[in-house]
């Protein structure tokens, strides 16, 4: 069974809506992440929390908000969706921040903005 | 700041053939050096690591080595299989930002039958 599941798997948007990626993690960590994916940069680092703190953030549009609820729980809102948003979203998680530890990742949300 | 840079994909080659990835990293510390790989549909998920310099790193028949001197931390296996193809990213955690992983951009191997 997944440990860190992603909702949805496939996301299809027009441009200047907005969208909420769903990220849930089963491993007990205490860190978790968002990463994107596209061809343009491949694996970039985007927000880091750490026992639902902001630890980290490589975002330089407010569009993209990072929303926790619970421990292992990191949504990821965007709002005003363009066209360059389109890319794959991982998830991560790692029992605590970085160091040596290992990430794990969720297989992704593909988000295409028409 | 803190970067890794990669051989640059697409790779192909023969099943049984030999494979090296270089990696090449620049960072003040000295870093955790990781080898991540990515299949078609799923998200990366660890090959090894590697936390102290001079060390290697091994599994499934892929190793690298941490040379501090040379900062780098090639990635090689002696025969590979076509089950190997994938994408493979090379990464270093800085201690002095333990926040995030940097990546490289990842070089996609294809192994053919």
């Known amino acids: 069974d997944p440990k860190i599941i992603q909702k949805p798997k496939y996301l299809v948007a027009v441009t200047g809506s907005e969208k909420i990626l769903i990220c849930e993690q089963y491993?007990?960590?205490?860190?978790m992440y968002w990463y994107r994916q596209s061809a343009k940069k491949p694996l970039e680092f985007m927000f880091s929390?750490?026992?639902?703190?902001?630890?980290d953030n490589q975002t330089a549009s407010s569009r993209f908000q990072p929303q926790s609820s619970k421990k292992n729980h990191l949504d990821l809102q965007i709002t005003a969706l363009k066209p360059d948003d389109s890319a794959t979203y991982f998830c991560?998680?790692?029992?605590?921040?970085?160091?040596?530890?290992?990430?794990?990742f969720g297989a992704g949300t593909r988000l295409s903005v028409l | 700041g803190d970067s890794v840079t990669q051989t640059e994909g697409p790779v192909t080659l023969s099943e049984g053939t030999s494979l090296t990835v270089n990696c090449s990293y620049e960072?003040?510390?000295?870093?955790?050096l990781f080898w991540y790989v990515q299949y078609p549909g799923e998200g990366p998920q660890l090959l090894f690591k590697v936390p102290k310099a001079n060390e290697k790193g091994s599994n499934r028949g892929f190793e690298a080595t941490y040379n501090k001197e040379a900062t780098s931390f090639h990635l090689q296996k002696a025969s590979v299989q076509e089950s190997d193809s994938a994408v493979y990213y090379c990464a270093l955690s800085d201690p002095s930002n333990t926040n995030k992983v940097v990546f490289g951009t990842g070089t996609r191997l294809q192994v053919l039958p």
């Open positions: 929390y750490s026992y639902q703190k902001l630890m």
């Open positions: 960072t003040k510390q000295y870093p955790t």
């Open positions: 491993l007990g960590h205490n860190a």
């Open positions: 991560a998680s790692s029992q605590d921040r970085q160091g040596q530890n290992t990430l794990y």
